[in-house]
């Protein structure tokens, strides 16, 4: 498919044989001739088509020999009900010429005759609504690497030909139905649909209620904005909807429901109303919608390529998942990149699990993060088993080292913490050999992991319960707990790889439905949500796969 949507296919059309124009009815020299059209101008609708979508229709119906391909109302019913609903999925029925659809419909609804200029102009339009939901459904408006050029997850559909899918679709019996196979979402996605109904509805009935500003509110204090709380609580299901009488005090009911709030929101479930928690209760439920339109986005980016076992990070939500056949095998918390050095997104293969690993610290982290600490300091190397290095890797005593003299231009070592229970990866890393040098690891900083929020390492991502994913992956190799201790024990490093590479999907989502149907929400502690929901309220463009 690749191919078609990247050449430029210079159709010559006017060229053909006059004997051939000849045999053709009278609807057919009407789409030649609006193919024609479409191929020289560039212009549909009053708005341009990409090349690549132009050349896919003009092949197309060169295909057909120019029949019309939209000769059934139902079928063009059915297309004009996806294009209606691709609202619920955040896109913009717009983008799919639905009001130029319509308008037609009208203009032509009890006119006796339709010129064949006109039904060709209709036919076209139609195919092209559907190329765009199909793009769209497929890969997804916005084009991921145009925001992120770390990102590396297929966006191809290799040797399948777009124009004998398109034409599928169109001779389908249910086009809904065909479209969904070919486009397999899953109950990710589904779940963040409903959600989203969810919450445009609450906004149709005015949504919640913001509470003032006051000082930070703990259990057992009366405040004259609990009636407030309680409301807004109530609205978006943190308190039951048994009715409750109006709150005098800050009581335990309330304070369970603010606990519920604050961890479907990624903050520390204290019960405690300081700024953060009545910030977060006071994001308008407009917000809350894109924040799911986005999700959604995102979902359609990776959905339509992906396996049915991997890892799954999610960076924002500072999780990770085992996923097997589809559904969550297993959760754990992780820490992920501070703003200044954040976490990548991307796709790898785990390979295998180091056991007892060595650090050897990245230059940057070498020169920026521990260099002034050796300086202040010069026994922190030998305090937490560094071995020094020279450029040609013999080993060094750090005491013959001028450490005064050194600073990021002029730094000739490498430094390798060794195995031990201090060691900055733990005790055990999980490899997927990329580019950017991060993996999945153990971390000895553990009070960490109770944070609400985990953006605390250089890049890589802190596992919480490490051996407990160790045994996931290695389990069917023999690999139990004890086997694990004894290799600690031993304190020498082991590499065991995996039977099969697993894929690894690093991803950042501020928005995901858990089993119960509660919606989480994320900090977007990258700021990317934005340019994604710019980038969705801009006019349609299709951008070929692999760019």
């Known amino acids: 498919m690749k191919r078609i949507f990247t050449c430029v296919l210079p159709i010559l059309w006017l060229s053909l044989a006059p004997a051939i124009l000849a045999e053709e009815t009278e609807g057919e020299a009407a789409l030649r001739s609006q193919v024609e059209y479409l191929t020289a101008t560039g ?68 006119r006796d005759a339709i010129a064949a200029v006109d039904r060709a102009r209709q036919d076209i339009l139609l195919t092209d609504g559907l190329v765009r939901l199909t793009y769209h459904s497929f890969f997804g408006k916005v084009n991921p690497k145009g925001l992120d050029p770390n990102w590396n997850f297929r966006r191809e559909l290799n040797d399948v030909d777009p124009v004998a899918v398109m034409q599928r679709l169109i001779d389908a019996e249910s086009l809904t139905e ?63 909807s048994v009715q409750m009488p109006p709150r005098q005090t800050y009581d335990d009911s309330l304070v369970d429901g603010v606990r519920r709030f604050q961890e479907r929101h990624g903050l520390d479930a204290d019960g405690v109303i300081g700024p953060a928690t009545l910030k977060a209760l006071n994001v308008p439920v407009a917000q ?23 890892i799954l990070v999610n960076i924002a939500g500072f999780r990770a998942y085992v996923i097997r056949d589809r559904e969550v095998a297993w959760k754990t918390r992780v820490q992920v990149g501070t703003e200044y050095r954040q976490s990548p997104v991307f796709r790898d293969e785990m390979k295998y699990v180091d056991i007892n690993p060595t650090w050897t610290v990245p230059y940057s982290i070498a020169t920026k993060d521990i260099l002034p600490k050796v300086q202040r ?10 071995t020094v290095k020279d450029r040609s890797g013999a080993v060094v005593d750090p005491s013959d080292v001028d450490w005064s003299r050194l600073s990021r231009s002029n730094f000739p070592y490498t430094l390798v913490q060794r195995p031990g229970a201090s060691n900055a990866l733990g005790r055990v890393k999980f490899m ?54 004894e290799v600690l024990d031993a304190g020498t490093t082991k590499s065991v790889y995996l039977s099969r590479p697993l894929p690894v999907y690093l991803l950042y989502w501020t928005a995901e439905v858990v089993d119960d149907g509660r919606v989480y929400f994320y900090n977007d502690v990258y700021n990317r949500d934005t340019a994604i929901a710019k980038a969705l309220d801009e006019p349609f463009r299709l951008e070929p796969p692999g760019r």
């Open 178 to 240: 065909s479209l969904e196979a070919l486009a397999p979402r899953g109950w990710v996605y589904w779940r963040l649909q409903a959600v989203l109904a969810d919450y445009r509805a609450l906004e149709a009935s005015g949504g919640w209620p913001q509470i003032p500003e006051g000082p930070t509110l703990k259990p057992g204090e009366a405040d004259e904005r609990l009636a407030i709380l309680q409301q807004r609580l109530l609205t978006t299901g943190d308190l039951s």
């Open 43 to 110: 212009y549909l609708d009053g708005s341009e088509v990409e090349i690549s979508a132009r050349t896919l229709i003009a092949e197309l119906y060169e295909r057909r020999n120019f029949a019309p391909a939209w000769n059934d109302p139902d079928q063009v019913a059915e297309l004009i009900s996806l294009i209606e609903a691709s609202a619920a999925d955040g896109l913009n029925p717009l983008d799919y010429h639905l009001k130029a659809i319509k308008d037609a419909q009208k203009h032509d609804a009890g």
């Open 432 to 485: 997927f050999p990329n580019q950017h040098a991060v993996y999945l690891h153990d971390t000895p900083s553990r009070a960490l992991f109770d944070r609400a929020g985990r953006a605390f390492s250089s890049g890589c991502i802190r596992v919480e319960h490490p051996f407990e994913l160790a045994e996931i992956l290695l389990g069917d190799q023999g690999w139990t707990q004890q086997r694990f201790q």
């Open 288 to 310: 809350r919608i894109v924040q799911l339109e986005v999700n959604l986005e995102r979902a359609r980016w990776v959905m339509g390529n992906i396996e049915d076992d991997f």
């Open 377 to 386: 300091d010069p026994a922190y190397l030998d305090d937490r088993n560094f």
